[in-house]
């Protein structure tokens, strides 16, 4: 099973499930899975692939889905989700596929559809960094840096450093490769008519209004709102608004 970070305690509100997004992990999670667990219990995942969870080689969104819907069967059977990006998809697919365990279902800046950018570029430079001169995340900063990756990536990427393993906690390898389905989004006749929240940054270009058409053919129920001036990874660039948004629509 997925190696889960969990914050809090059972309550009476169903738990909440955390997919985090590409290169990420459960631990950049922590701040806002703290807040949201004064509700209700949260339990956040290392996804496949990612950290301390088994390494594949595959990473397919199915599979993905799969991982999340063993967790749910481990923690209750039911239980509300949000995913950010690669953990969006994954999370729509959860509940197009495995629908009786999601009772409310947030998808942060992602859209069901196939990006035509692709994130290989971070992981060319994820590989560049040379491992015998290391000795502090910063170092590792440095060398992104050197290569062009923006100064807030820097730190998000580092969060996967293991400095004394002289390692990434990244299956570069199967991520790299299997790069194509994680832009991409599984072809399905399924929908899912619970209540779901697509929840993007307002500054971000991920989710467009040509999309809506998509989303609402495979999520009747779905409500969409933005959080001003976030960006794509608005949970960390706007986390109180995030948390308030999130914890008004679980509560609704």
Known sequence: MLNTIIHGEPTSNPPLLIAHGLYGSARNWGVIARRLSDERQVVAVDMRNHAYSAWTDQHSYPELAADLAEVIEHIGGKADVVGHSMGGKAAMMLALGHGDLVRKLVVADIAPVTYTHSQIQFIDAMRAVDFSTIERRSDAEGQLAAQGVEKALQSFFTQSLDIKGKRWLLNLDTLAAEMPKIMGFPETGA??????????????????????????TLFPAARFAKIPGAGHWLHAEKPREFEAAVRTFLNA
């Open 191 to 216: 929908s899912w008519n619970g209540p779901t929240l697509f929840l993007s940054g307002g500054a971000s270009d991920y989710v467009l209004p040509e999309h809506r058409d998509t989303v609402r």
